[in-house]
């Protein structure tokens, strides 16, 4: 696990390098000052103030930079809030979507494929900021979509070209599901708007709440998404309460219109049938991010009762800063630790490309934990490969092998078992017919005969 003080020298050190000047002038300024008659008094002490500020500026801004940009996450972290959510509640504030067609009408359109174009050509892997807006072109992933339009009353058609995907939006192409928004008198003509697209995915939570209390959930019914998208922009804005629309709290014209979603929902529609072709959409290995893995152990941090525990975003909120792997965001996560009662906390995090990009199947974290049980770290390598971003194998004693591949409760228990025997694994292959790993070869294929038999594969 990051050590803060760790952290905080190696940010000291840049900072000294970058601000040497301070030194050098607080150096040349005392000089000076303790040569009587030696020039003007007025000279060397001027030197010898700015010299001083500059130089007390480096570790006074190096410990303010290392605390803004600490990947963990600690006691004061933590968040009360009055209206506790659900386990599974989710809610995401978007960017305001960039629309040329303001009068447009809203339609599906479905990725049948998507191909990557580029990303970040000219970034470093540093923190960049907007100057105060949070949907710039530049830290968005090129991607060329082959869509299949379906115009409100018109006849569907294709549609090849390349688009500028926003971060949070990733996981509407991965989907397959957008919404367009085309042009009443030319349907060709049409845009695309990517935060709507992100909720008609099921990245976003969607729950309504009806005038008689019931709470029904709209995620991954695109067709009552739609409607519900329709009624609320000819209405005018309706107000999210999270990631939940309450009736009672809306215009009586605009709940007696939406009650109708509330009563469909809860007589159980079936699933809707998945967009085909899924590796035709998945562009996420060539997106940044940490790549999946079984996860290498610190003996140090192990030694000390460091451990393996579940995490949950709660919430995402975009800003205007930017790194190479990904946007930072404000976010509230949810801990479940060991022999204790779950907990919120929140703090501003970089959240990988890749992950984004699988928003819409999971947003489960691997966590780490301090032996103290007072300082969580998130584990990207394995929370990737939990997710499904990278392949997951294991090899049986025998030779058998089975694919977990985004199966998030098997992963993490094995991950646990390996992190309590301290056995690393940089990879995304567990070979139990290894020496290292074949001490947890009975435990780990207890986990694997107890996950569902659809989960297997010999």
Request: aromatic share 8%.
């Amino acid at each position: 696990m990051q050590s803060f003080t760790r952290a905080f020298v190696r940010n000291l050190v840049f900072f000294s390098v970058c601000g040497v000047a301070g030194p050098v002038f607080l150096v040349v300024g005392a000089l000076g000052v303790s040569e009587v008659g030696s020039g003007e008094e007025g000279v060397p002490l001027a030197f010898l103030v700015t010299g001083l500020v500059f130089t007390l500026a480096i570790p006074i801004g190096a410990f303010l930079f290392t605390r803004a940009h600490f990947r963990v996450i600690t006691d004061r972290n933590q968040v009360y809030d009055a209206h506790r959510r659900d386990d599974d509640s989710f809610a995401m504030w978007t960017p305001t979507a960039r629309i040329p067609i303001q009068d447009g009408r809203l339609a599906t359109a479905e990725v049948r494929e998507a191909t990557f174009v580029t990303y970040g050509q000219d970034w470093e892997a540093t923190y960049q900021s907007y100057g105060g807006d949070l949907d710039p072109d530049e830290p968005k992933a090129r991607i060329r979509l082959r869509l299949w339009v379906h115009p409100e009353g018109g006849e569907p058609f294709e549609s090849t070209a390349t688009w500028r995907v926003p971060s949070l939006c990733l996981a509407a192409v991965t989907a397959g599901r957008l919404v367009a928004v085309t042009h009443p008198g030319v349907p060709a003509e049409f845009g695309i708007d990517w935060p709507r697209s992100a909720l008609l995915s099921g990245a976003r939570t969607c729950r309504l709440v009806g005038l008689d209390g019931r709470r029904v959930d709209l995620t991954g019914h695109p067709d009552l998404l739609l409607e519900q998208m329709r009624s609320a922009r000819a209405t005018g804005r309706i107000a999210l309460d999270g990631d939940t629309i309450d009736l009672r709290r809306v215009d009586p014209a605009v709940a007696t219109r939406l009650q109708s979603l509330v009563e469909r929902a809860a007589a159980g529609r079936p699933a809707p049938e998945p967009v085909p072709d899924g590796r035709a959409r998945w562009v996420i290995d060539r997106l940044p991010g940490a790549e999946g893995a079984f996860g290498g152990v610190d003996h140090r941090w192990a030694r000390h009762g460091g451990q393996l525990v579940r995490g949950r975003f709660l919430e995402l909120r975009g800003t205007d800063t930017f790194q190479y792997e990904g946007p930072v965001l404000e976010t509230v996560l949810r801990l479940f630790p060991d022999g204790g009662a779950p907990f919120d906390v929140g703090k501003k995090l970089t959240v990988p490309m890749n992950y984004l990009a699988l928003l819409h199947r999971t947003k489960q974290l691997v966590v780490q934990v301090g032996g103290d049980r007072r300082s969580y770290e998130i584990d990207w390598e394995r929370t990737n490969l939990a997710a499904g971003v990278s392949p997951a194998v294991v090899i049986g004693p025998d030779g058998r092998q089975f694919d977990l591949t985004g199966r998030f409760d098997p992963l993490l228990a094995i991950m646990r078992l390996l992190v309590a025997h301290r056995v690393s694994l940089p990879g995304t292959v567990l070979d139990l017919r290894d020496r290292r790993p074949s001490a947890t070869a009975a435990q780990v294929m207890d986990v694997i005969r107890r996950t569902p038999l659809s989960l297997r594969s010999g």
